[in-house]
């Protein structure tokens, strides 16, 4: 079933996120497949648990969700 659901689209893999504290600290991390509630979550390329208390590296960041399509494509046209 998984595998028929990757073929459409609809298995979206769990995506990687931090949350920063008003300093730019990491404080938590969280792995799901949308992006958590809040302003203070980032999306991150992966987990780096030395990151922990410590300030995110700029180069860690994903470019904003604006760029990404939350929409699924439509099957058939």
Do not use: Y
């Not at 659901?5 to 609809?10: D, I, K, M, R």
């Not at 938590?28 to 300030?55: M, T, Y």
Request: charged share 20%; proline share 6%; glycine share 6%.
């Amino acid at each position: 079933m998984n595998m028929l659901l990757s073929l459409f689209g609809l298995n979206r893999p769990h995506r990687c996120f931090v949350r920063l504290d008003s300093t730019g600290r990491c404080q938590a991390f969280k792995q799901c497949k949308q992006p958590p509630v809040g302003d203070s979550w980032v999306e991150i390329e992966e987990i780096r648990l030395n990151w922990l208390h410590q300030v995110l590296p700029a180069n860690a960041r994903i470019a904003s969700s604006a760029t990404r399509s939350a929409a699924l494509p439509l099957l058939g046209l």
